[in-house]
């Protein structure tokens, strides 16, 4: 028996449908990764499944019993939640945080829960921190209390809402450490997340969601290599790239190096080829082609099959490498020392400047 079910959910905010006829069967120890667009309804699933957000209908099981609005208390206490924005209390230091269920839902003396407390410190490294109030925590530290805040209620299932979207990106590994961890203990995990590395390397299952439910499911075999359908296939391939428009020569070349060095963080690109990345786009866009064309695109695809990283600036006018029109022969020659590879096409009126790393 599933330990937790999902039949015909729906869900509605007025006319706006949210879930429509959503139907899903989680086993005991699996570890669901929900991965999709934003808007597609993947935090709504959550939400509703522990009712915090009801379904308009459908049904709920838990341990396949019905979930009501009567009993979903007894029940929440089974199937712990962890959110994006931490949720801890400002006014408790973190040992207090974690002891406070316990003591006043389980009815778990003081005592015995500040010493389990401190136990689960010490499994998400922070029991050094446990006098310590929330603001004197990183973003980082502030979400593994909250897990171990959950984890306290000795949970069956925990629910995670994009669990490290909320933390600068040099703080996500430390989290999912912690959710690795959790995952080979034999936790039971739905994680809405966009950490892909996490939803291929750990997960039993993954749901792609969109058009309002689980638009297709698999093992993570299947939907990072071979997914079946259209939308499934199309949101894959984008995750594994980087896209900036450069509208003008004024552009925010700050925030376009920003995104391309968090996209080699994000798929653990090694710190030698992604300083080449970087190089490479930063002298293609701003001292090759945007001088000589203004507007241009730039996108950065990534093949772990492969291993390959390619870089491709795409601009308008006659046929022409920017490369043989450039001004500064330093940038070139850096460029063309940098890539294994460089490649000039033109097609409708666009030229397009691909290096391979």
Same mark, same amino acid.
Do not use: W
């Given at each position: 028996?599933?330990?937790?079910?999902?039949?015909?959910?729906?869900?509605?905010?007025?006319?706006?449908?949210?879930?429509?006829?959503?139907?899903?069967?989680?086993?005991?120890?699996?570890?669901?990764?929900?991965?999709?667009?934003?808007?597609?309804?993947?935090?709504?699933?959550?939400?509703?499944?522990?009712?915090?957000?009801?379904?308009?209908?459908?049904?709920?099981?838990?341990?396949?019993?019905?979930?009501?609005?009567?009993?979903?208390? $007894?029940?929440?206490?089974?199937?712990?939640?962890?959110?994006?924005?931490?949720?801890?209390?400002?006014?408790?230091?973190?040992?207090?945080?974690?002891?406070?269920?316990?003591?006043?839902?389980?009815?778990?003396?003081?005592?015995?829960?500040?010493?389990?407390?401190?136990?689960?410190?010490?499994?998400?490294?922070?029991?050094?921190?446990?006098?310590?109030?929330?603001?004197?925590?990183?973003?980082?530290?502030?979400?593994?209390?909250?897990?171990?805040?959950?984890?306290?209620?000795?949970?069956?299932?925990?629910?995670?809402?994009?669990?490290?979207?909320?933390?600068?990106?040099?703080?996500?590994?430390?989290?999912?450490?912690?959710?690795?961890?959790?995952?080979?203990?034999?936790?039971?995990?739905?994680?809405?997340?966009?950490?892909?590395?996490?939803?291929?390397?750990?997960?039993? !299952?993954?749901?792609?969601?969109?058009?309002?439910?689980?638009?297709?499911?698999?093992?993570?075999?299947?939907?990072?290599?071979?997914?079946?359908?259209?939308?499934?296939?199309?949101?894959?391939?984008?995750?594994?790239?980087?896209?900036?428009?450069?509208?003008? !020569?004024?552009?925010?070349?700050?925030?376009?190096?920003?995104?391309?060095?968090?996209?080699?963080?994000?798929?653990?690109?090694?710190?030698?080829?992604?300083?080449?990345?970087?190089?490479?786009?930063?002298?293609?866009?701003?001292?090759?082609?945007?001088?000589?064309?203004?507007?241009?695109?730039?996108?950065?695809?990534?093949?772990?099959?492969?291993?390959?990283?390619?870089?491709?600036?795409?601009?308008?006018?006659?046929?022409?490498?920017?490369?043989?029109? $450039?001004?500064?022969?330093?940038?070139?020659?850096?460029?063309?020392?940098?890539?294994?590879?460089? !490649?000039?096409?033109?097609?409708?009126?666009?030229?397009?400047?691909?290096?391979?790393?």
């Amino acid at each position: 028996m599933s330990i937790l079910s999902v039949k015909n959910l729906e869900k509605r905010f007025g006319d706006n449908v949210i879930l429509k006829n959503v139907s899903a069967d989680i086993e005991k120890g699996e570890v669901i990764s929900i991965i999709g667009p934003s808007g597609t309804g993947k935090s709504t699933f959550l939400r509703a499944m522990n009712f915090l957000d009801p379904p308009t209908d459908g049904e709920v099981f838990f341990d396949g019993r019905l979930i009501t609005k009567k009993n979903v208390d $007894a029940v929440r206490r089974r199937m712990g939640m962890v959110f994006q924005n931490f949720g801890l209390f400002s006014h408790m230091n973190v040992m207090d945080n974690l002891s406070a269920g316990p003591v006043k839902l389980l009815g778990v003396s003081k005592s015995e829960a500040e010493e389990k407390s401190a136990e689960l410190l010490r499994t998400v490294g922070l029991y050094e921190r446990a006098r310590f109030m929330p603001r004197q925590l990183s973003g980082g530290q502030k979400q593994r209390v909250a897990i171990a805040r959950c984890l306290a209620m000795s949970p069956e299932v925990i629910l995670f809402d994009e669990p490290t979207s909320a933390l600068d990106p040099t703080m996500v590994s430390e989290v999912m450490a912690v959710m690795r961890n959790l995952a080979k203990s034999g936790m039971t995990m739905l994680v809405v997340t966009h950490e892909m590395d996490f939803a291929r390397d750990v997960s039993s !299952r993954v749901f792609y969601m969109d058009e309002g439910g689980i638009y297709e499911q698999g093992n993570p075999e299947i939907i990072f290599n071979n997914p079946q359908r259209q939308k499934t296939q199309a949101f894959i391939y984008n995750i594994r790239s980087y896209n900036y428009e450069v509208e003008s !020569r004024d552009f925010d070349y700050a925030e376009m190096l920003s995104g391309v060095e968090n996209f080699c963080f994000r798929h653990a690109i090694g710190k030698r080829d992604a300083n080449r990345l970087q190089l490479i786009t930063e002298e293609l866009i701003i001292n090759i082609v945007t001088p000589q064309y203004g507007a241009c695109s730039l996108a950065v695809h990534f093949s772990e099959k492969q291993e390959t990283c390619n870089i491709s600036v795409s601009y308008k006018g006659e046929s022409g490498n920017a490369l043989d029109g $450039a001004a500064d022969d330093l940038s070139v020659s850096m460029v063309k020392n940098s890539a294994k590879e460089i !490649r000039h096409q033109y097609a409708d009126g666009i030229n397009t400047l691909t290096a391979v790393l």
